[in-house]
C-alpha cells in the first residue's frame, strides 16, 4: 500500500514567513509523529498524535511551531516567524497504534530559510 | 549521558565481509529498540526491530540486544556496495516509549 506522503518535498522560503508542512499518514495508522532532521544529526523528536489529540509536544522547540490533526488522519505542521535556525529536514512517520510499534517515515521536507 | 549513542564512523568493510554496528543507550527500562538505515539524501527507511533480549535474524541482518550491558548491535553479514548507507539506532528514551530517540547515526562504507 502507499506510505507516508509529505508536501512539499522541498520549501524556500525567507525569515519572519510563515510556513505549513504537511502528512499524510499510512491509511488506518492512528499514531502520526513529527521529527526534525539536521545535517549529521539524527532525528529529534517534535511532537507525537494519537487520532486527533497531540498526546505527546514536549519537542516543539517554542511557541513558533504548533501542529494539528483535525481528523485523525492528515497532519499540518506550522511554523510561524521563521528563523534560519529553522532550516532542516521536517520528517513525519505513522504507526499503527501508539505504543512501541515500528513507525515508518515520509520521504520529508527539507526546509530552508533565507 | 545522551540517551542512544552510536560511533559516527565512517566503518569501512569491504564487499562480503560482516558489517557490526553497535548502538548503547541509557534507559535501563528500555524495551524496543530500531535500526534504520538512510541513504544519502533520504529518509529514514526501518530494516530492523527488536523488542526483547538475544538475536533477531532478517535475511542478511541480525539484531542483537543485551539488556544487561545495555547495548544494540546489527549485524549485516555478506556487505554489499549497496548496503552504504548512514544506520541510525532508535530507542524509546527516558520518558515514554511513544516516541523515538534516535542516535546521530553510524556511516557504513562497502567497498567493492
Request: proline share 6%.
Given at each position: 500500500?502507499?506510505?507516508v506522503?509529505?508536501?512539499?518535498?522541498?520549501?524556500?522560503?525567507?525569515?519572519?514567513?510563515?510556513?505549513?508542512?504537511?502528512?499524510?499518514?499510512?491509511?488506518?495508522?492512528?499514531?502520526?509523529?513529527?521529527?526534525?532532521?539536521?545535517?549529521?544529526?539524527?532525528?529529534?523528536?517534535?511532537?507525537?498524535?494519537?487520532?486527533?489529540?497531540?498526546?505527546?509536544?514536549?519537542?516543539?522547540?517554542?511557541?513558533?511551531?504548533?501542529?494539528?490533526?483535525?481528523?485523525?488522519?492528515?497532519?499540518?505542521?506550522?511554523?510561524?516567524?521563521?528563523?534560519?535556525?529553522?532550516?532542516?529536514?521536517?520528517?513525519?512517520?505513522?504507526?499503527p497504534?501508539?505504543?512501541?510499534?515500528?513507525?515508518?517515515?515520509?520521504?520529508?521536507?527539507?526546509?530552508?530559510?533565507? | 549521558?545522551?540517551?542512544?549513542?552510536?560511533?559516527?564512523?565512517?566503518?569501512?568493510?569491504?564487499?562480503?565481509?560482516?558489517?557490526?554496528?553497535?548502538?548503547?543507550?541509557?534507559?535501563?527500562?528500555?524495551?524496543?529498540?530500531?535500526?534504520?538505515?538512510?541513504?544519502?539524501?533520504?529518509s529514514?527507511?526501518?530494516?530492523?526491530?527488536?523488542?526483547?533480549?538475544?538475536?533477531?535474524?532478517?535475511?542478511?541482518?541480525?539484531?542483537?540486544?543485551?539488556?544487561?550491558?545495555?547495548?544494540?548491535?546489527?549485524?549485516i553479514?555478506?556487505?554489499?556496495?549497496?548496503?552504504?548507507?548512514?544506520?541510525?539506532?532508535?530507542?524509546?528514551?527516558?520518558?515514554?516509549?511513544?516516541?523515538?530517540?534516535?542516535?546521530?547515526?553510524?556511516?557504513?562504507?562497502?567497498?567493492?
Amino acid at each position: 500500500g502507499a506510505g507516508v506522503s509529505q508536501t512539499p518535498s522541498n520549501k524556500v522560503t525567507e525569515k519572519g514567513k510563515y510556513v505549513e508542512l504537511r502528512c499524510d499518514p499510512i491509511s488506518g495508522h492512528t499514531a502520526l509523529y513529527w521529527y526534525r532532521q539536521s545535517l549529521g544529526q539524527g532525528p529529534e523528536f517534535l511532537i507525537y498524535f494519537q487520532g486527533t489529540g497531540a498526546a505527546d509536544d514536549s519537542g516543539l522547540p517554542n511557541d513558533r511551531f504548533f501542529a494539528v490533526r483535525p481528523e485523525g488522519s492528515v497532519s499540518t505542521l506550522k511554523i510561524q516567524r521563521t528563523e534560519r535556525g529553522d532550516s532542516a529536514v521536517y520528517l513525519c512517520a505513522s504507526s499503527p497504534d501508539g505504543g512501541d510499534r515500528e513507525q515508518y517515515f515520509g520521504p520529508g521536507t527539507r526546509l530552508t530559510v533565507t | 549521558q545522551k540517551e542512544v549513542e552510536q560511533n559516527s564512523g565512517p566503518l569501512s568493510v569491504p564487499e562480503g565481509a560482516i558489517a557490526s554496528l553497535n548502538c548503547t543507550y541509557s534507559d535501563r527500562g528500555s524495551q524496543s529498540f530500531f535500526w534504520y538505515r538512510q541513504y544519502s539524501g533520504k529518509s529514514p527507511e526501518l530494516i530492523m526491530s527488536i523488542y526483547s533480549n538475544g538475536d533477531k535474524e532478517d535475511g542478511r541482518f541480525t539484531a542483537q540486544l543485551n539488556k544487561a550491558s545495555q547495548y544494540v548491535s546489527l549485524l549485516i553479514r555478506d556487505s554489499q556496495p549497496s548496503d552504504s548507507a548512514t544506520y541510525l539506532c532508535a530507542g524509546p528514551g527516558n520518558t515514554g516509549f511513544q516516541k523515538l530517540v534516535f542516535g546521530t547515526g553510524t556511516r557504513l562504507l562497502v567497498s567493492p
